[in-house]
């Protein structure tokens, strides 16, 4: 291929790249000012069972007990199950210890599994013993603002609406680089979801705070590769119900500053959405699934081409760069400066759209050729930054009613 065939290939693929998510971002960005066209009622106070699956937590579950603590809801309407799956650091016995010097408010039951098969199959087991009419599953890591049960079940009132999520508020959000570019990427990931749930539902939830009917959730499906939060998303979406990201349902984790622990965490979850996309898809196509078509469309292409694009993108413009030193020097000096100059100014959207692109070629390079079984593998180095929220969660208790800033 010659010079002027590249660039003009590369124009092109520059064009689809960026007019595509530029347009879905543009066109989600006006469809968060919709109405919401649900029927919200703040006095709904329906029987919940929240469930807190756990993995070797110790470090951090005094905490989660702590915070569930404050959550206001009326006593007699909210139990809470921990689910352990055989931690190895005593999770359970810290438990146990935290509940004898602390009174907590709730009805709460410690269940423990004898060996470790995957949260899937621990999030079942809880169900068995869940009376709730509506199961929270929200992570050991993930604190959540008080008030969230009372601001978001409201949304469960209508019953078109089968499940909500949450908004995440990262802790460390300019600990570091990596923080910093995963914040760039929430603010954007919070448009999308929330101008999807307007429109009818959020293809993507967070299993740090996710709220599920009952009566549409029996079990979780529990197959390779298959995730909690985005599985049941298609389950409900199956059944012709909404899926909701609730602005007001704030909770707070934290990320790993270390690139490598970063990148297993975002690796696993994108190799689960794009399993789930895949299901998802296949169901449209048999008309299964219900859903505004753009949208599932739109996620499939930002999940599979888009990465597959950009990597086919990347030696093309390596060959151009190449090709036109040989005969323009001085112009390919002046582009690579150029390019140089915006990858500094814009450094963590560049940076995120090329590390977002690579973590989805490697998910799907995983789904494809790598075992099915994907081991749930916990990264420790995020969690020390909750330490933050343990401060942030005393003071709270000492002195209401403070209440949690945007950004701690
Ligand atoms: N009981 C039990 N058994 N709990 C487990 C197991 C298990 O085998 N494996 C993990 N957990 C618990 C962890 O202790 C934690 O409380 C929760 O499940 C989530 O694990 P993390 O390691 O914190 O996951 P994450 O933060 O990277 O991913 C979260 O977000 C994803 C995207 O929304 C999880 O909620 C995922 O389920 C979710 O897909
Ligand atoms: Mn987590």
Request: glycine share 2%; hydrophobic share 50%; proline share 4%.
């Amino acid at each position: 291929m010659g010079i002027f065939e590249t660039f003009v290939a590369l124009a092109f693929i520059a064009a689809i790249q960026v007019g595509f998510n530029i347009a879905y971002l543009l066109f989600m960005k006006r469809a968060v000012r919709r109405p919401w066209n649900v029927k919200i009622d703040s006095n709904y106070r329906p029987q919940i069972t929240i469930i807190v699956p756990t993995y070797n937590e110790a470090e951090v579950i005094e905490m989660k007990l702590q915070n569930l603590n404050l959550l206001k809801y009326p006593e007699d309407k909210l139990e809470v199950i921990v689910v352990d799956s055989a931690s190895t650091d005593g999770t359970l016995d810290v438990c146990r210890q935290w509940l004898t010097r602390n009174s907590f408010r709730f009805k709460i039951i410690l269940l423990s599994e004898p060996i470790r098969i995957s949260k899937l199959h621990a999030l079942n087991y809880a169900l068995k013993h869940a009376n709730g009419e509506i199961i929270v599953v929200t992570d050991a890591d993930a604190i959540l603002v008080p008030d969230i049960l009372v601001k978001a079940i409201p949304y469960l009132a209508d019953p078109d609406v089968g499940a909500i999520s949450g908004r995440e508020n990262i802790v460390n959000a300019s600990a570091c680089f990596v923080a910093k570019m995963e914040n760039a990427y929430r603010d954007i990931y919070y448009m999308l979801r929330l101008g999807e749930s307007k429109i009818h539902s959020t293809q993507i939830f967070q299993g740090e705070f996710a709220a599920y009917k009952r009566s549409l959730l029996e079990f979780f499906t529990e197959a390779p590769g298959r995730s909690d939060d985005n599985g049941a998303v298609t389950e409900i979406l199956r059944k012709g119900k909404r899926c909701l990201l609730v602005p007001e349902a704030v909770f707070y984790d934290a990320v790993a500053c270390n690139l490598i622990d970063y990148l297993k965490v975002k690796i696993r979850r994108a190799t689960h959405l794009q399993r789930e996309f895949l299901i998802r898809f296949k169901l449209w196509v048999k008309g299964e699934l219900k859903i505004p078509k753009f949208i599932l469309l739109a996620n499939v292409y930002q999940h599979f081409a888009n990465p597959l694009i950009f990597m086919f993108s990347i030696p093309l413009a390596l060959y151009f760069l190449i090709e036109l030193s040989k005969i323009l020097p001085l112009l390919s000096i002046l582009l690579i400066l150029a390019i140089t100059i915006v990858s500094i100014v814009a450094r963590h959207l560049i940076a995120l759209y090329i590390i977002s692109n690579f973590i989805l070629i490697v998910a799907f390079i995983r789904t494809l050729i790598l075992s099915k079984r994907q081991e749930w593998e916990a990264v420790r180095s995020s969690r020390r930054y909750l330490k933050v929220c343990r401060q942030k969660l005393d003071t709270y208790e000492n002195q209401e009613p403070i209440r949690f800033a945007k950004s701690p």
